[in-house]
């Protein structure tokens, strides 16, 4: 362990368990750790720098801005702002949008406007409003959140939670139709499971859901916080099922890799619920933040990132499945968003994880039995050429 390393492993919290690797330079799909050696990031932190490192078009968007003005209270306007929330609701065919910082926060705001806009809207009694939620969901880390997770260990010693949650089996559109009351506001759901491991639910499962929802004036609410913004080989990965949500839920790739911005967009009748005092916070929405995440939607359109990542994605799948081993369950994944799952005790996700890195690799295990492979979306076809061979030395 390097001072570095230890460090951290004494003044931090030991809420992570980071692979033996000190990052401090990155660049495009690469980084390079304290020793000079070069690694291709298959992690992008969870789907936050589908930029690529260091984008100098962000560097650009995030220096001139901190130049100029970096914060000011909400209580004022900005130049820059508005900008910034035309182009996310123009780009996902929403009304309105509200900035936030991290994810968790984006979706505790998707769940008070939806209890809210149960009450003032669809005139649910008071305090009786029910959200439904998936098993499986990862939607952050808050205590309202990791409340309604079916993951014990997300839970384990931080309750009491909040109650009105209703979990139901991810992808079976007749547990929703039964699970759903006269008091439910809400479905919110990852339109491909990141965190549960890549499971995709079966295909028109989200036009389905879509469907009971409208027939039972509930609103659909997609957290695409780690699908969005073209990870899945389309902008959002609700347009795979043509679906437009009611309510939608974006970060990571938002701030560009920079900066922690995050929104929840919605319908007007929707986002009216909120009014002067009633949500806020003192981050979200700020000029530099805006700045950074407007830049980093434009490069998404004009570099046309979402279809990168269907191209890539399809050749990547293809040339994964040709890998013989038997230790492999299965491939999946949509665009740029790709899990190698393996049958439980044949190999250890973990160990893969290892073996990569030291072969120039950085990617991360979910669960004990899915290594997740999501380059930045700016990878190149030869980088990922250079990718499998090492997946397959490691592998074959
Ligand atoms: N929704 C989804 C679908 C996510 O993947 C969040 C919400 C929460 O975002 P924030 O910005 O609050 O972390 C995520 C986050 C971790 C971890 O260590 C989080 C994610 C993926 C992997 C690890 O908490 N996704």
Redesign the pocket.
């Known amino acids: 362990m390097n001072n570095s390393m230890q460090l951290e492993e004494q003044y931090g919290a030991h809420n992570y368990h980071p692979l033996p690797v000190v990052l401090v330079k990155g660049e495009g799909p690469y980084v390079w750790d304290d020793q000079g050696k070069k690694y291709l990031d298959m992690m992008s932190a969870?789907s936050a720098v589908s930029h690529g490192h260091c984008n100098p078009r962000l560097v650009q968007a995030l220096t001139d801005q901190a130049n100029q003005l970096t914060i000011v209270s909400r209580a004022y306007y900005t130049d820059k702002l508005g900008a910034f929330l035309k182009k996310a609701c123009d780009m996902t065919e929403q009304d309105m949008a509200l900035p936030m910082n991290?994810?968790?926060e984006a979706?505790e705001t998707a769940i008070k406007a939806a209890r809210k806009w149960a009450y003032t809207v669809k005139g649910v009694a008071d305090e009786q409003a029910e959200i439904i939620v998936a098993n499986g969901n990862?939607?952050?880390?808050t205590t309202t959140i990791v409340g309604f997770s079916s993951e014990k260990a997300y839970q384990k010693g931080f309750g009491p939670f909040t109650p009105g949650f209703k979990l139901v089996d991810y992808g079976d559109v007749d547990a929703l139709e039964a699970a759903i009351t006269p008091n439910t506001a809400a479905f919110l759901v990852?339109p491909i499971q990141?965190?549960g491991g890549i499971v995709i639910p079966p295909a028109g499962y989200l036009k389905k859901c879509k469907a009971l929802c409208e027939k039972h004036n509930v609103l659909l609410i997609c957290?695409e916080?780690?699908t969005g913004l073209g990870r899945t080989g389309k902008l959002l990965a609700c347009q795979h099922d043509d679906v437009t949500p009611d309510g939608l839920i974006l970060?990571?790739a938002l701030g560009g890799g920079m900066l922690a911005v995050?929104m929840f967009l919605s319908r007007k009748d929707v986002m009216d619920v909120f009014t002067y005092g009633s949500h806020g916070s003192t981050f979200g929405g700020n000029p530099l933040s805006s700045v950074v995440a407007l830049e980093a939607l434009n490069i998404i359109e004009e570099e046309k990132l979402a279809e990168r990542s269907h191209e890539l994605g399809e050749y990547f799948m293809a040339e994964l499945r040709k890998i013989n081993n038997s230790a492999i369950k299965e491939i999946r994944g949509k665009g740029l968003f790709v899990g190698i799952e393996f049958h439980p005790n044949q190999l250890d996700a973990r160990d893969v994880c290892l073996q990569l890195m030291d072969k120039g690799i950085l990617s991360k295990e979910t669960h004990a039995t899915v290594v997740r492979l999501a380059p930045p979306l700016v990878i190149t076809k030869e980088q990922l050429d250079d990718a499998l061979e090492i997946i397959k030395e490691v592998l074959v």
């Open positions: 969870y991290t994810g968790a979706v990862f939607h952050g880390r990852e990141g965190e957290d916080i780690q970060g990571k995050s």
